[in-house]
């Protein structure tokens, strides 16, 4: 359950600037693992010097990223640990439960929907589609230990809507990607995460996330060369 919100309330989910460069929403993911971590281990307090060890980046940045949405701790002694967590998931928004869909129950897809990690945090799978889901049953529930329900895509638009999908996860085979991401447009899906290795595109109105493996591996494979 969700601890009650702090007293302190100078360090917001609402940024002081109109824009917030991505770099430091992924280095807030960070922070919040960090400070996972340190509670875990019961720690109390914790130094942005500390943070920024643990996250591989410096003080100053840790600081920096905090500025942008308010002021948050105390000079010369630190951050609550606690406290900063609360605020952290609530500018992120992972404060709350986010209902997921996964589209393509193939290799990717059926790694994704046995991910542990979602429930920690707050990401929840709801519903699971494919084209040929009597196949992929059978599949998923022998490395699973347990039946899973996985859907026929073309029933998507009404589970979307009886079950209150948000965010799509599509894990499709290229050729089919774009398709996949026009009915969860139509099916009023806000936010989708493209697994599958093409370009897709959506109305302004939807937030699409690309997730290219080999993109990642091209830019370690630059500094590697280099």
């Not at 940024?15 to 509670?39: C, F, G, Q, V, W």
């Not at 929840?124 to 084209?131: H, S």
């Not at 889901?133 to 039946?147: A, C, L």
Request: aromatic share 8%.
């Amino acid at each position: 359950m969700e601890q009650d919100r702090p007293a302190d309330r100078k360090f917001g989910k609402t940024a002081k600037y109109p824009k917030i460069p991505e770099a430091t929403i992924r280095r807030l993911s960070n922070y919040l693992k960090a400070l996972d971590d340190l509670e875990t281990k019961s720690e109390k307090v914790a130094s942005s010097a500390l943070i920024a060890s643990i996250c591989s980046v410096n003080a100053a940045q840790v600081r920096k990223d905090f500025a942008y949405f308010g002021e948050f701790g105390i000079r010369g002694m630190g951050y609550n640990v606690k406290d900063l967590r609360y605020h952290i998931k609530e500018i992120l928004g992972t404060n709350r439960e986010w209902r997921i869909a996964i589209i393509g129950i193939g290799n990717l897809g059926s790694a994704l929907l046995m991910y542990k990690g979602f429930l920690k945090q707050n990401y929840k799978i709801v519903a699971a589609f494919d084209q040929d889901p009597v196949t992929v049953v059978g599949h998923i529930s022998e490395k699973m230990g347990k039946p899973i329900e996985i859907l026929h895509i073309d029933s998507l638009k009404e589970v979307v809507k009886a079950r209150n999908i948000e965010i799509g996860l599509i894990a499709t085979p290229p050729a089919s990607a774009q398709t996949v991401a026009a009915q969860l447009v139509d099916a009023n899906v806000k936010g989708i995460m493209n697994f599958a290795p093409t370009q897709i595109k959506v109305p302004p109105n939807v937030v699409l996330r690309n997730v290219f493996f080999t993109s990642a591996l091209d830019n370690l494979v630059y500094y590697l060369s280099r």
